[in-house]
């Protein structure tokens, strides 16, 4: 380092901060951890089953990265994907995870080179909103086809890759928050690689949706560098794990004989990981903002409905609630659910927002008040501590007529409470589509679709 000028103090950075070890690292941690299980806490496992680490090190990089396979800058294709590309979108849509969406197309690939097809393939991707993941998902796609071109014996050739944002996690409902999810999706398509980008419009005007492309390149200049993401410990290590996983299944395929002799399993696959997606939404260990949770309780969306065709995750919340809408629309009123809080202010706050956000994603009117006189609320709920439930429920039981829910799950108590008249609990463990279902159906709330 140049000598400091005269009254100057020279930075000393390796003295100052000195290297740590993983192993200081982890004892630090574990040690704030205080106890707690290490990976329950901090260990996050991704629909695909990837363990998330919450840190990364040079030494967690794999001994082959992704970044000198990347593509130069994006061009804007707002319109029909590229003709003859291997759609691996459809496989996103479906309910496939970034796991099978990237085996599934080298399989289908592989199928093409094996009837003698040229090894510079395009493949079109859909890009959902699971950042970092979709980000290397794209990594790992060029360094599968590499691969699998390689294992055919041909000279390596350029891959395009096409992307598109997503529709199965978009939603009627919030729709601006739509326009917000693809900007993120944008930006994972654009760092991962992509050679073109269609950011599909969704409840917003086609000129936002161009607009959002023109705003990363005119503004934030995601064009000017190459793979900007290579040599992120923690991208090119999802980026390897992600292709591990996907060359096993694609091995898996091979030995069925290939794509179009699997499709069979595929399709099977696909239907499994489909159901987990729905079940984690109605569970809500998957939020969709605006959907299954931080609703816009005032919005109506029933002239919009039948808008987003397709399968999409949104769905059974959003025939839930249009048929709240339905409902109010032939009863002249929206059905009212009273929040009744009282007691313990740290758990009658916490318990009340909760049953503000489960109950306004049916579309019910929401009311919160201390008291029930004069209410004309078609279910109240209790929001309270534990302890307080049973003398709770045994005033409101006895002086109302409507059903009577609590908020919670206090397990002690619960048949003590039915006996009192209370009808039934919501809480973290329950399930927002059958639960909203189930008291759509008792309140009398017609309109439901038939399948």
């Known amino acids: 380092m140049p000598d400091a000028s005269p009254g100057t103090d020279t930075l000393r950075l390796k003295e100052e901060f000195p290297p740590v070890s993983t192993a200081d690292w982890e004892a630090t941690i574990i040690a704030d951890l205080k106890g707690a299980d290490y990976d329950k806490r901090l260990v996050w496992k991704t629909e695909e089953g990837i363990a998330v680490r919450p840190y990364y090190r040079k030494e967690n990089l794999p001994a082959q990265t992704a970044r000198a396979l990347n593509a130069g800058p994006w061009a804007i294709a707002q319109g029909p994907a590229p003709e003859g590309a291997i759609q691996a979108a459809a496989h996103h849509e479906a309910g496939a995870t970034a796991v099978q969406e990237l085996a599934y197309a080298i399989a289908e690939g592989a199928d093409r080179l094996a009837a003698g097809a040229d090894p510079a393939q395009s493949f079109v991707f859909a890009v959902g909103s699971n950042y970092f993941v979709e980000i290397a998902k794209l990594r790992a796609a060029r360094l599968l086809w590499k691969r699998v071109v390689s294992a055919f014996g041909l000279a390596d050739a350029p891959v395009k ?14 729709p601006y928050t739509n326009l917000l999810r693809v900007t993120t999706e944008a930006l994972s398509g654009v760092l991962g690689g992509a050679d073109s980008l269609n950011v599909q419009a969704t409840g917003f005007p086609d000129r936002l949706a161009k607009n959002v492309q023109l705003v990363i390149k005119e503004e934030a200049h995601l064009d000017k560098v190459a793979d900007p993401a290579g040599g992120s410990y923690y991208i090119e290590a999802l980026t390897d794990a992600l292709a591990q996983a996907a060359w096993k299944l694609f091995q898996q395929i091979e030995a069925e004989g290939g794509f179009a002799a699997a499709q069979g399993t595929i399709s099977a696959a696909i239907a499994v990981s489909r159901a987990a997606k729905e079940k984690a939404i109605a569970s809500r260990r998957r939020v969709l903002v605006g959907v299954n949770n931080y609703p816009d309780i005032h919005e109506k969306e029933l002239d919009h409905a039948g808008a987003l065709s397709g399968w999409h995750l949104a769905e059974p919340i ?25 007691g313990d202010l740290k758990m009658k706050m916490a318990r009340g927002q909760f049953c503000q956000n489960f109950f306004g ?18 279910l109240i ?24 829910v609590v908020a919670g799950n206090p397990k002690e108590q619960i048949e003590e409470l039915k006996v009192l008249g209370v009808a039934g609990f919501v809480h973290v463990l329950s399930n927002m589509v059958d639960t909203l279902n189930e008291w759509q159906d008792k309140l009398g709330i017609g309109g439901k679709e038939e399948k």
Request: aromatic share 8%.
């Open 361 to 378: 994603c049916a579309g019910f009117d929401i009311e919160e008040s201390e008291s029930y006189e004069g209410t004309d609320a078609a």
């Open 318 to 342: 959003e025939h839930i609630r249009l048929r709240t809408e339905r409902y109010a629309k032939t009863a002249g009123r929206t059905p009212k659910v009273l929040l009744l809080k009282r």
């Open 381 to 404: 709920v209790l929001c309270s501590s534990d302890p307080e439930y049973i003398e709770f429920a045994r005033e409101v039981c006895s002086n109302v007529k409507v059903p009577v």
């Open 161 to 174: 890759i096409h992307t598109v944002t997503a529709l199965e996690n978009k939603s009627i409902y919030d």
